[in-house]
Nanobody
Framework: QVQLVESGGGLVQAGGSLRLSCAASGRTFSSFAMGWFRQAPGKEREFVAGMPSSGLSTYYTDSVKGRFTISRDNAKNTVYLQMNSLKPEDTAVYYC?????????????????WGQGTQVTVSS
């Protein structure tokens, strides 16, 4: 029912910014909680940010609080991750994900639907 395609990754210097986008197919987008995950080489996949279907609240892992912002535009079937003050340790492949339940994303690091990923590299 849902296909997700990420874009917006790239190479930036420490302290710079990027905005990731995740475009979803279908009219069911507004029924799903959305999240962003990342995976660095040799590390486990990590939850980064999440938002319920209402779009009225946000959740972040501690390491990105105050620097990253998740948002969604249901009219465009798109979720965004604005990343500011980037650090080399933010380097990873970033994935967007969708699930009926926000708790599945935030607490279980699982989702029904995944995008293909986009590379973010932060140089020092």
């Amino acid at each position: 029912q849902v296909q997700l395609v990420e874009s917006g990754g790239g190479l930036v210097q420490a302290g710079g910014s990027l905005r990731l986008s995740c475009a979803a197919s279908g009219r069911t987008f507004s029924s799903f909680a959305m999240g962003w995950f990342r995976q660095a080489p040799g590390k486990e996949r990590e939850f980064v940010a999440g938002m319920p279907s209402s779009g009225l609240s946000t959740y972040y892992t501690d390491s990105v609080k105050g620097r990253f912002t998740i948002s969604r535009d249901n009219a465009k079937n798109t979720v965004y991750l604005q990343m500011n003050s980037l650090k080399p340790e933010d380097t990873a492949v970033y994935y967007c994900a969708a699930d009926p339940l926000l708790a599945t994303l935030v607490k279980k690091d699982r989702a029904d639907y995944w995008g293909q990923g986009t590379q973010v590299t932060v140089s020092s």
